[in-house]
């Protein structure tokens, strides 16, 4: 991946250019339900991550990609990813990937879910090439028109977090 490009939490002055990406690579074709009050909630929220990946140009950074994640006890769920199309195939998606799935293995996170449009291969082939299994398609998933597609990675056995280390019991050399 060129080393230009940096990923980090996205800030509140992200949530519009995020939520275009949104409605023009995600969401094209659907009502869109990802504007910009709704990324900046999302950027607020405390189970939620998004990241920006971002490329200086100009006097400015640009932004490539994002990701945004919902953490829940057990289960993550990526709700929303994309790269900007003149940027695909530079890693810039799978480094963002990347960076979610450590946070969720140190999160405890047991499998991370997610849902694409059926016929999005581009993406079904970028999952599968990350480790995601296809799991079932939901008919009618997008506004009951389209097939959503639900793919899962799992970390770890579900079940209670074993525990790696254990503080010494007092008085115990
Ligand atoms: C899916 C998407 C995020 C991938 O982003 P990206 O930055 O281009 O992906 P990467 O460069 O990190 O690709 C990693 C690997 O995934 C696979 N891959 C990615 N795009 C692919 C494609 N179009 N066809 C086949 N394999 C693909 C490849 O194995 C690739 O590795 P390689 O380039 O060394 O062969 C991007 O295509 C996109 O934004 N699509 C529109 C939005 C979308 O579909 N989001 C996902 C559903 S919400």
Known sequence: MNTDIAIRLAEADDAHGIAVMSRDHIESGLSWK????????????RDMVVLAATEP?????????FAAMEFGEERAHLTLLA????????????????????SAVTAGIASIHLELRSGNQAARR???????????LV???YAGR?????MIRMLRSPGPLPLAWRPPALGQK
């Open 83 to 102: 790269v900007q199309p003149a940027h695909r195939r530079r890693g810039i998606g799978r480094c963002l990937v990347d960076w979610l799935l450590e």
């Open 146 to 150: 389209e097939s959503a597609l639900r």
């Open 57 to 65: 140009e100009g006097r400015r950074d640009a932004l490539r990609g």
């Open 34 to 45: 990802y504007d910009a009050p709704r990324i900046a909630r999302a950027i607020r929220h």
């Open 139 to 141: 008919p009618g998933y």
């Open 126 to 136: 970028f999952y599968r090439a990350l480790g995601f299994s296809e799991t079932v």
